[in-house]
Nanobody, 125 residues
Framework: QVQLAESGGGSVQAGGSLRLSCAAS????????MAWFRQAPGKEREFVAA????????YYADSVKGRFTISRDNAKNTVYLQMNSLKPEDTAVYYC??????????????????WGQGTQVTVSS
C-alpha cells in the first residue's frame, strides 16, 4: 500500500506562486508514474500534470502549460508541483496520485491506483 500526503496549499492573489508537495509512504514510488489532478467546486476532477517513473517525461494540461512545473525527488519519495502566475480559475482542491503500471492512462483518473486527500488552493483576483 502507498499513502500519499499533499501539503503546500493555501490562499494567494492572482499572479502569485505556490509549491505543492506530495510525500509518499509505505513503499518507494520512484518507479511509479505520479500526477496532480484538481477539482473545482461543481466541476469534475481534471488532469493537471504528470511525471513518468523510470523515464522522466512530463505531461501538462493545456491550461497550465508554461505556468506549472511537476518534478520529483526520488530520494525523498516526494513529488512537487510548482505553480506560478496563478489565476482565479486555478482555484481547486489539488490531489496527488500514483500510477503503478506504465501502460495505464496518464491523463485519466482511472489510470491511477493511489490518491491523496487533497490540498486546497484558492486564488483571489
Amino acid at each position: 500500500q502507498v499513502q500519499l500526503a499533499e501539503s503546500g496549499g493555501g490562499s494567494v492573489q492572482a499572479g502569485g506562486s505556490l509549491r505543492l508537495s506530495c510525500a509518499a509512504s509505505g513503499r518507494t514510488v520512484s518507479s511509479y508514474g505520479m500526477a496532480w489532478f484538481r477539482q473545482a467546486p461543481g466541476k469534475e476532477r481534471e488532469f493537471v500534470a504528470a511525471v513518468d517513473g523510470t523515464v522522466v517525461n512530463t505531461y501538462y494540461a493545456d491550461s497550465v502549460k508554461g505556468r506549472f512545473t511537476i518534478s520529483r525527488d526520488n530520494a525523498k519519495n516526494t513529488v512537487y508541483l510548482q505553480m506560478n502566475s496563478l489565476k482565479p480559475e486555478d482555484t481547486a482542491v489539488y490531489y496527488c496520485a500514483a500510477r503503478l503500471h506504465a501502460w495505464r492512462s496518464i491523463r485519466r483518473q482511472n489510470g491511477y491506483d493511489y490518491w491523496g486527500q487533497g490540498t486546497q488552493v484558492t486564488v483571489s483576483s
